[in-house]
């Protein structure tokens, strides 16, 4: 290995890295608000990217069928609800947006050829149809079980992404697919030439970042969303429904991942099941931060991204295993630091 | 004892534990202005019943506030209604600053736009100069009367028609709980209703104007505080010498007091 090579290396590790780390963010988000650990999380990440490839290569847009079909299953369920509540029929006025929402993305997924559109408008489509999923499979899945005890909510969890990594198969099928880079561009930067894909997935993170940050520290919601992770109760009492921060957070996770998807589409050729790998690397930066620090996640999730770019060049087909038996060491270390605690149930 | 519409009028409320009936048929009323104590040994179903008031809890019964008996008590209603709990555990949001558990303690009028959100944090900061001081510090790091202050201050902010206390004493220096307990008088003389639920009973007394004893999950007497105070049963159970507040004997019969 040379200083050329290290360099290369060392910026394809940033760039995954970065993206292990917006996922390492919304796995912590949405299991301290929920108490669910996201196993779909990566089915964001997947279902954009080959969104995005789909609409550049002049395939109609099939997921949106996916957002339909949820939406309807919910305002069916909304409707049920509010009948039980209240003693009558009414039409709860968010699901049947959502509804409609769904029938507005899968009438334009079906119908307008967005390969000869501006990549501007595949990015905003592609959000459009993505991120409803977040709310959606929310309403549809766990909040009939948002007081189950956190073993049923992972179970519930892994059901979901199996089904979704089926759903995906079926919609977008078995070939992999990789998107076009936002601009050719290579930066010089001292020795290290760097593709302006790479800066421009360092960048959306960093900004992508810098945003929740904003969101959490400054406005009323989003400190009502960091309220609800550190108590429920408290949360509940000054009216912050567990509806509401449930909600808002799996929203906030499918952003995060269908931008995710998004930036690095060009730049890795993502499967209907690449999501499981990718959110699992998010997974082992969320548990270097303890399932609770941010920042330590963040830093964890770039190093999971350097361990796997130089393990893929001195042991290629060893990288996954390299990867999770970083977990070990930072396992361990955490068992010994923290008293021993009982079941949270 | 105003004759007008009690502010919370409460008849025949049970609430069940899976099989067990932890209160039974309880009937509460608090006037506008006043203060209401509910005591009693520990297990008789203090908390539950402020829980299922709040709408935490599933409860069989009316419940009115204002006169309006509201269907089904779920916690987003009852709190719409005016309605604010501060929980034993005080539930506040440790890592968050001071500033911020107030300011979320606000969070339900954040449509309301009669409510000047700076003018509620300044009233709150001039009852309770400490949290003003301690504004920025994590509310994990506060003492445990400080603590209390800011469980008061964040369900003050929204400016509740009744305020519910679940055992605010409890873990309280007895300097802090006198401090805690002129306070409450305090609250009252600006107008707030309370609920107070207290196994300091004689401290309780003292501030109550009507007060109500709840054994097992019943009322087993009540009456005007200062009347309570002189029960005798109420005297050898909860206030006399070695009288031991978690250790109360049962009232077989239900006590008639005279109207009020």
Do not use: C
């Amino acid at each position: 290995m040379n200083g050329q090579i290290a360099l290369m290396l060392g910026q394809d590790g940033m760039t995954s890295g970065a993206i292990y780390a917006l996922l390492a963010l919304s796995i912590i988000l949405v299991f301290s608000v929920t108490r669910i650990l996201l196993v779909p999380q990566g089915e964001f990440v997947t279902f954009s990217a080959l969104t995005m490839a789909a609409m550049q290569s002049g395939r109609p847009v099939r997921l949106g069928v996916l957002v339909f079909g949820l939406a309807l299953v919910a305002l069916a369920m909304d409707i049920v609800a509010e009948r039980q509540r209240h003693r009558r029929w009414t039409v709860p006025r968010t699901s049947l947006a959502l509804a409609a929402h769904g029938l507005f993305v899968v009438g334009l997924g079906l119908s307008v050829p967005f390969d000869h559109l501006g990549l501007l408008v595949q990015i905003g489509f592609a959000l459009l149809t993505v991120v409803p999923l977040g709310p959606l499979i929310y309403r549809v899945f766990f909040q009939p079980i948002a007081s189950a005890p956190s073993l049923v909510l992972l179970m519930v969890a892994i059901a979901v992404h199996v089904a979704l990594i089926g759903g995906g198969l079926l919609i977008f099928g078995p070939e992999g697919a990789r998107t076009e880079p936002f601009s050719d561009s290579v930066v010089q930067l001292g020795p290290a030439i760097i593709a302006s894909q790479t800066l421009w997935v360092i960048g959306v993170s960093a900004a992508l970042t810098v945003a929740l940050w904003l969101f959490f520290e400054t406005s009323l919601w989003g400190k009502a969303l960091r309220a609800a992770a550190f108590n429920r109760l408290g949360a509940e009492l000054v009216g912050i429904s567990p509806v509401f921060a449930g909600r808002t957070s799996m929203t906030l996770a499918a952003l995060i991942g269908a931008v995710s998807g998004i930036v690095v589409a060009p730049i890795t050729t993502i499967y209907y099941d690449s999501g499981f790998l990718i959110s699992l690397k998010g997974f082992v930066g969320a548990i270097i931060g303890a399932m609770s620090s941010y920042p330590v996640a963040a830093l964890g999730a770039l190093m999971v991204g350097q361990a796997e770019s130089f393990s893929t060049f001195w042991a290629s087909s060893y990288k996954e295993i390299i990867v999770f038996t970083l977990l070990l060491p930072v396992l361990l270390w955490r068992s010994l630091r923290q008293p021993s605690v009982g079941d949270d149930e | 004892m105003t004759t007008s519409t009690p502010l919370l009028q409460v008849s025949k409320l049970s609430v069940a534990h899976s099989d067990i009936e932890a209160v039974s048929e309880v009937d509460l009323t608090v006037g506008e202005g006043q203060i209401v104590t509910v005591i009693g040994p520990n297990g008789a179903g203090k908390t539950t019943l402020l829980s299922a008031l709040i709408g935490l809890l599933p409860s069989r019964g009316t419940i009115s506030v204002d006169g309006e008996m509201i269907e089904r008590p779920e916690i987003d209603r009852m709190i719409a209604r005016g309605l604010s709990l501060v929980p034993e555990t005080r539930a506040l949001f440790g890592p968050m600053t001071v500033e911020d558990n107030l300011v979320l303690g606000a969070f339900r009028r954040r449509r309301d736009a009669g409510f000047d959100r700076a003018k509620a944090l300044d009233d709150v900061y001039a009852r309770f100069p400490r949290l003003w001081e301690r504004r920025r510090q994590a509310a994990e790091t506060l003492s445990g009367g400080e603590q209390q202050m800011l469980a008061l201050g964040r369900a003050l902010i929204g400016r509740p028609r009744l305020l519910m206390l679940d055992e605010p004493s409890l873990g309280l220096a007895p300097l802090l709980v006198r401090e805690l307990f002129r306070m409450i008088e305090g609250l009252r003389a600006a107008g707030v209703s309370i609920l107070l639920v207290e196994q300091n009973a004689r401290a309780a007394l003292r501030v109550a104007d009507y007060a109500y004893v709840l054994e097992l999950g019943r009322v087993g007497l009540e009456g005007p505080a200062d009347v309570l105070a002189g029960d005798p049963r109420v005297i050898s159970a909860y206030l006399g010498r070695g009288a031991d507040a978690t250790r109360g004997t049962s009232f077989a019969t239900r006590h008639e007091i005279p109207a009020r």
